[in-house]
C-alpha cells in the first residue's frame, strides 16, 4: 500500500471491473463468461441428466458436480499441466459446497447437474470469479434456484482490509478471506479464512463483502434480463 492505494492504484474498498456474458456456449444448457479484472473464466452447464452410474443416484435429489479447471495458458509462470492438481480438485469441491444451498436440487431426483469451470486467465480471486459464473450460467439453464450466488473476495494487505484480491496481493498479502453470498436473501455459503484476522477485522471484512456484493448481484440479474430483452447486447461493466 503506498498512500492508500494498493499495487494497481484501487482504493481498498474498491473492486476491480466486472465483466459478465449469458449464453456463450451453444451446446451447453447454460453458460456465463465472468471477469473480475484480468481474472477470466468460462462456465458451462449440463443437465439436469442421467447420472451415468446408476448407484451413485440420489432417490431425493440431484447430485450436482462441479469441475474446476485452469487452462495450460491461464498463468504467467508458463504452461501448466492439463493434469487436475489438488488444489483444483479441492477448489470443486469447495465451490460445490457453495453451490449447493442455492441451487433447489430437490427438483429433479436421480439425475446429475454439471458444472465446468475453465479459468481462462487467473490473476487472483479465480474461485470466487467461478462462483458468480458457475451461478449466472445455472440460471441461464433454467435450473430453479433460491438465490443468484455472488462471490466475492476479501484480504489484508500491510494491514489494511481490502476487497477483490489480485494475484500479487494474494501472494503476498497477510491474509485472505473468500465469499459466496445469496444476497438476495442475506446468506453466506461459503467463508473462508487463510492468515490471522481480529474479530474487527473479521466483521469489516463481511460488510465490504456485502457491499461487492451488492453491485455484482444487480449485473448478474441485468445480464439474464438482456439475454432476453437485448439478445444481441452484454452487459459489460
Known amino acids: 500500500m503506498v498512500n492508500g492505494r494498493r499495487s494497481d492504484g484501487r482504493l481498498p474498498d474498491e473492486h476491480r471491473s466486472v465483466k459478465m456474458e449469458v449464453g456463450v456456449i451453444n451446446n451447453a444448457e447454460g453458460s456465463a ?8 473464466i468460462l462456465a458451462a452447464v449440463y443437465g439436469p441428466r442421467e447420472v451415468p452410474q446408476k448407484h451413485l443416484e440420489l432417490p431425493d435429489k440431484a447430485i450436482l458436480r462441479v469441475r474446476y479447471h485452469m487452462t495450460p495458458f491461464s498463468t504467467s509462470e508458463g504452461r501448466k499441466s492439463p493434469t487436475p492438481s489438488r488444489r483444483e480438485i479441492e477448489i470443486s469441491k469447495v465451490i460445490r459446497t457453495a453451490l449447493e444451498p442455492a441451487v433447489i436440487l430437490e427438483r429433479f431426483p436421480r439425475t446429475t447437474i454439471d458444472v465446468y469451470l475453465e479459468v481462462l486467465q487467473a490473476d487472483g480471486s479465480t474461485r470466487v470469479t467461478g462462483i458468480t459464473a458457475a451461478s449466472l450460467a445455472l440460471a441461464d439453464a433454467g435450473i430453479p434456484m433460491r438465490d443468484l450466488l455472488v462471490g ?6 500491510s494491514g489494511t482490509i481490502v476487497v477483490d484480491l489480485n494475484q500479487l496481493e494474494d501472494q503476498y498479502g ?12 442475506g446468506l453466506i455459503t461459503l467463508m473462508q479464512a487463510d492468515g490471522e484476522w481480529l474479530p474487527s477485522e473479521i466483521n469489516q471484512a463481511v460488510e465490504l463483502a456485502f457491499k461487492a456484493a451488492e453491485r455484482i448481484y444487480k449485473m448478474q440479474k441485468d445480464v439474464l434480463k438482456s439475454k432476453y430483452t437485448e439478445p444481441s447486447v452484454s452487459l459489460m461493466t
Open 152 to 157: 466475492v473476495s476479501i484480504g489484508k494487505v
Open 174 to 185: 497477510e491474509g485472505d478471506m473468500p465469499f459466496a453470498i445469496m444476497y438476495g436473501h
Open 33 to 40: 463468461l465472468v471477469a473480475y479484472g484480468n481474472t477470466v
